[in-house]
């Protein structure tokens, strides 16, 4: 029971960079070596390294996610 709601706080989709854009996927899409965007006030779709590199004007982060 604390399993499933705990998945139930994981966002279905994730918005990662795919060429230079972002691009909204299925959360079960992101991949090893995508560059997930969370914005402020977002959820971490996914495990993985945080990368703490707020860009001028865009106030979010990255993450690079890791393999299960």
């Known amino acids: ?10 966002p279905d989709t994730a ?3 795919r060429d230079g854009e972002e691009v ?4 079960e899409d992101v991949i ?8 402020p006030g977002g959820r971490v779709p996914v495990d993985g390294t945080a990368v703490w590199t707020p860009w001028p ?3 979010w982060a ?3 996610p890791i393999p299960c």
């Open 62 to 64: 990255r993450l690079s």
């Open 57 to 59: 004007g865009s106030g």
């Open 24 to 27: 909204e996927i299925a959360t």
């Open 15 to 17: 918005i990662v960079l």
């Open 32 to 39: 090893v070596g995508d560059t997930v965007v969370v914005k």
């Open 1 to 10: 029971d604390a399993i499933s709601k705990l998945m139930d706080l994981s």
